[in-house]
């Protein structure tokens, strides 16, 4: 079993992603949507941090040229970050969503320089907007990045074009569409299911509106 196959089972049968289009989740958008993600769940077990942090070594072993800081987004990237820097023995921040109105006012927490170069860990990434946020955060401190890792992405295209649009790469472990086979595979859903929720993935909100949600 490759590396891809193995997550999405890991993330379908932990619960850490779950899919349901005849009963949908309410997203902080508001929006019904048929997947859920929750990455989370994926600290219980020791087996399956460690199996993510590999995969994010082999990632930055494979992409990035030269790293100085490992940095976790807040919250969510934070523990995969930690056991990826402890992996390859780098430094460690992480980034906030904005600066603290109180202490010193930090929006980065923990040592960086300038010019280090700066690897960016997020944990879900759906339009990009968190992960842009603190590679933004962490240029205008002086640090250098010009890749963020993430364990799940739904692959919507906005994500890919505002990613480009800051010259920065972003690499998924698991995408949408990798996940779908697998529950395919898997026999998880239906048929029907499986037609439905790649007609989501085409055009999530047009998809809301034909179901009447």
């Known amino acids: ?19 349901n289009p005849e009963n949908p989740f309410t997203w902080a958008s508001g929006y019904k949507m048929p997947i859920y993600n929750d ?14 942090a590999e995969i994010f070594e082999s990632f930055a072993e494979k992409y990035v040229e030269k790293l100085d800081v490992i940095a976790g987004t807040a919250t969510a990237g934070i523990p995969h970050a930690t056991s990826l820097a402890d992996r390859l023995k780098k430094p460690l921040i992480y980034v906030r969503a904005s600066e603290k109105n109180h ?10 320089e300038q010019g280090q170069n700066v690897l960016v860990i997020e944990d879900l990434i759906s339009t990009g907007g968190s992960a842009i946020n603190a590679v933004n955060a962490i240029r205008k401190a002086g640090g250098i990045v010009k890749h963020c890792f993430c364990i799940f992405s739904y692959g919507f295209p906005e994500a890919g074009i505002r990613f480009d649009e800051i010259n920065c790469q972003f690499h998924s472990i698991l995408t949408f569409p990798d996940l779908l086979k697998k529950a395919e595979s898997m026999k998880m859903l239906s048929n029907d299911q499986i037609e439905s929720l790649a007609a989501w993935h ?3 909100f047009k998809w809301g509106e034909t179901k009447g949600f």
């Open 1 to 19: 079993m490759n590396n891809v196959a193995k997550i999405s089972r890991i993330a379908l049968q932990s619960g850490a992603i779950r899919l």
């Open 39 to 52: 990455n989370r769940l994926l600290l219980g077990k020791a087996e399956h941090r460690s199996f993510i």
């Open 103 to 112: 202490g010193m006012g930090n929006q980065i927490e923990g040592p960086l």
């Open 202 to 204: 085409r055009d999530p």
